[in-house]
């Protein structure tokens, strides 16, 4: 069947309606599984001018049909850099350009900014192999066609990965750490679940927070006001200058998720003395909460982990969710009931002896992350048989 798919490129989300996209992206309709692939996520980004010219992340959206029907579709970036990836290939580029090559532009099937996994190859249901493999095969052609260095598939889910490695592009294995839900009724049922000394430590932290001086209030849908993203927006600033530069995300794109997408975002604030002085903004999805940004204009003693940890723990519960997934990075994040998980992306390189010293370092990495995921989970929170049980 895949003779009989074309495989096209677009410049921008406003070319395709989102009817088609989001059949792809969230079959079904409902509230997504992940809301970064929505178009009205992606589509906010453009108009934003979050991505787009002079950012280094040009749109080039795949697009797969078959018989004129759109089957499938792929958030896709021309990239001028490495930045915001959060699985980087920095390492990767300074060795090809110090060899006399060109690393960029690549191609990058990606959500910008958002280290948080989910489906990159949306499909049909029905179509879903077809799609994929397609999709793969439209994305090696155009970059191979182009005589780019490379293409990447980041944050992709893990059959993604095994497909794309049947076909031949490189698996690479990352780790972050998410808080997953058995099934808890309430806060204190997660904190049972923890040895003696973790649950003490928890507890000490959240009455440490909350006594910051001022008030947390976690708000969504039409609870968010212009005020709170005023305020927001000036977190995000502070937080994105230390930590990139300057920030990724210009002050539109939270006018435009407020518009499309309030409903689908929980913003925990910490207000004091009549200000807004610290937040976290997540993203619900259908079955996970994604901590995304926070900031503060104000330091105090654990706010932070009340904020982006324990607020998102609470709504996860209350909400009957599955995950919590904090963002990248974070081992801080082991002592307080995230657990390190595997993260998938795939990777084609043009030039094969690249390809080849590429490919032996992911293997040495892979099998580094699987023996660190192992340790780390050993030293989780977790109570570990009835002798820890209830000491307080």
Same mark, same amino acid.
């Given at each position: 069947?895949?003779? /009989?798919? /074309?495989?096209?490129?677009?410049?921008?989300?406003?070319?395709?309606?989102?009817?088609?996209?989001?059949?792809?992206?969230?079959?079904?309709?409902?509230?997504?599984?992940?809301?970064?692939? &929505?178009?009205?996520?992606?589509?906010?980004?453009?108009?934003?001018?979050?991505?787009?010219?002079?950012?280094?992340?040009?749109?080039?959206? +795949?697009?797969?049909?078959?018989?004129?029907?759109?089957?499938?579709?792929?958030?896709?970036?021309?990239?001028? #850099?490495?930045?915001?990836?959060?699985?980087?290939?920095?390492?990767?580029?300074?060795?090809?350009?110090?060899?006399?090559?060109?690393?960029?532009?690549?191609?990058?099937?990606?959500?910008?900014?958002?280290?948080?996994?989910?489906?990159?190859?949306?499909?049909?249901?029905?179509?879903?192999? !077809?799609?994929?493999?397609?999709? *793969?095969?439209?994305?090696?052609?155009?970059?191979?066609?182009?005589?780019?260095?490379?293409?990447?598939?980041?944050?992709?889910?893990?059959? /993604?990965?095994?497909?794309?490695?049947?076909?031949?592009? +490189? #698996?690479?294995?990352?780790?972050?750490?998410?808080?997953?839900?058995?099934?808890?009724?309430? %806060?204190?049922?997660?904190?049972?679940?923890?040895?003696?000394?973790?649950?003490?430590?928890?507890?000490?932290?959240? %009455?440490?927070?909350?006594?910051?001086?001022?008030?947390?209030?976690?708000?969504?849908?039409?609870?968010?006001?212009?005020?709170?993203?005023?305020?927001?927006?000036?977190?995000?600033?502070?937080?994105?200058?230390?930590?990139?530069?300057?920030?990724? +995300?210009?002050?539109?794109? %939270?006018? +435009?998720?407020?518009?499309?997408?309030?409903?689908?975002?929980?913003?925990?604030?910490?207000?004091?003395?009549?200000?807004?002085?610290?937040?976290?903004?997540?993203?619900?999805?259908?079955? &996970?909460?994604?901590?995304?940004?926070?900031? $503060?204009?104000?330091?105090?003693?654990? *706010? #932070?982990?009340?904020?982006?940890?324990?607020?998102?723990?609470?709504? !996860?519960?209350?909400?009957?969710?599955?995950?919590?997934?904090?963002? !990248?990075?974070?081992?801080?994040?082991?002592?307080?009931?995230?657990?390190?998980?595997?993260?998938?992306?795939?990777?084609?390189?043009?030039?094969?002896?690249?390809?080849? !010293?590429?490919?032996?370092?992911?293997?040495?990495?892979?099998?580094?992350?699987?023996?660190?995921?192992?340790?780390?989970?050993?030293?989780?929170?977790?109570?570990?048989?009835?002798?820890? $049980?209830?000491?307080?």
């Amino acid at each position: 069947m895949n003779r /009989e798919i /074309e495989i096209t490129l677009i410049e921008g989300l406003s070319e395709i309606p989102a009817a088609d996209w989001d059949a792809c992206a969230n079959p079904g309709g409902g509230r997504p599984v992940d809301p970064f692939t &929505t178009h009205r996520f992606l589509i906010a980004l453009e108009r934003s001018r979050s991505v787009g010219p002079g950012t280094g992340w040009e749109p080039r959206h +795949l697009v797969a049909r078959h018989e004129g029907r759109i089957i499938a579709v792929a958030p896709t970036y021309a990239k001028g #850099h490495s930045q915001g990836e959060y699985i980087f290939d920095h390492a990767w580029a300074q060795a090809w350009e110090r060899a006399g090559g060109q690393y960029y532009p690549k191609l990058q099937v990606a959500v910008p900014f958002t280290p948080a996994t989910g489906r990159r190859l949306l499909c049909h249901p029905d179509l879903g192999q !077809a799609g994929r493999s397609a999709l *793969l095969q439209g994305l090696v052609q155009v970059a191979a066609r182009n005589e780019l260095s490379s293409a990447h598939i980041t944050f992709c889910t893990e059959e /993604e990965a095994r497909e794309g490695a049947a076909l031949g592009l +490189l #698996h690479r294995v990352t780790q972050q750490f998410h808080w997953t839900n058995p099934g808890y009724g309430s %806060f204190d049922d997660f904190l049972g679940s923890l040895s003696s000394r973790k649950r003490k430590a928890i507890r000490k932290e959240r %009455f440490t927070a909350q006594g910051f001086g001022g008030s947390i209030h976690a708000l969504t849908g039409d609870e968010i006001a212009p005020e709170h993203w005023d305020a927001f927006w000036t977190f995000y600033q502070d937080t994105g200058a230390r930590k990139w530069g300057r920030p990724y +995300l210009t002050r539109a794109f %939270f006018d +435009l998720v407020q518009d499309t997408m309030r409903d689908d975002i929980l913003l925990v604030m910490a207000r004091r003395n009549g200000r807004w002085v610290a937040g976290a903004l997540n993203f619900i999805g259908r079955e &996970t909460l994604f901590g995304r940004y926070w900031g $503060a204009v104000e330091d105090h003693s654990c *706010l #932070h982990f009340e904020l982006c940890y324990y607020q998102a723990i609470d709504h !996860a519960i209350a909400n009957g969710l599955k995950r919590v997934e904090a963002g !990248a990075q974070g081992e801080h994040k082991l002592a307080r009931g995230y657990l390190p998980v595997a993260v998938h992306s795939l990777h084609w390189i043009g030039d094969p002896g690249f390809r080849a !010293a590429v490919a032996r370092y992911l293997d040495e990495e892979r099998h580094a992350t699987d023996e660190e995921i192992e340790i780390l989970t050993a030293f989780g929170p977790f109570r570990r048989g009835p002798q820890e $049980a209830e000491v307080e």
